[in-house]
């Protein structure tokens, strides 16, 4: 059974950093790639970043240049730098893993920046 769980979210002021990890576990098969998403309350759930195994790598506009994600294959393991954080990128981010099998998600971890 694939499961992804996610750590490192929390309360910060605008400016201040935070790291979100994911773990996956349980992917009998290869990753293809690994990302995040956020979500704030009352609106949908909007993609962040997209990691493929390769190490390329994918940004929304929003948090480019603030963000980075990266990736540690050995582990199944994918990381959310976030730097300079605002307001605005108060959410809960989950984080996900597409396998041949599919999309999986975690159960996602929030972020509060306050102003």
């Known amino acids: 059974q694939v499961q992804l769980v996610e750590s490192g979210g929390g309360l910060v002021q605008a400016g201040g950093s935070l790291r979100l990890s994911c773990a996956a576990s349980g992917t009998s098969g290869r990753i293809i790639a690994m990302g995040w998403y956020r979500q704030a309350p009352g609106k949908q759930r909007d993609w962040v970043a997209v990691?493929?195994?390769?190490?390329?790598?994918t940004y929304t506009d929003s948090v480019k240049g603030r963000f980075t994600i990266s990736r540690a294959n050995a582990k199944n393991t994918v990381y959310l730098q976030m730097n300079s954080l605002k307001p605005d990128d108060t959410a809960v981010y989950y984080c996900?893993?597409?396998?041949?099998?599919?999309?999986?998600w975690g159960q996602g971890t929030q972020v509060t920046v306050s102003s």
């Open positions: 996900n893993a597409d396998l041949l099998l599919g999309r999986y």
């Open positions: 990691v493929t195994s390769g190490g390329s790598t």
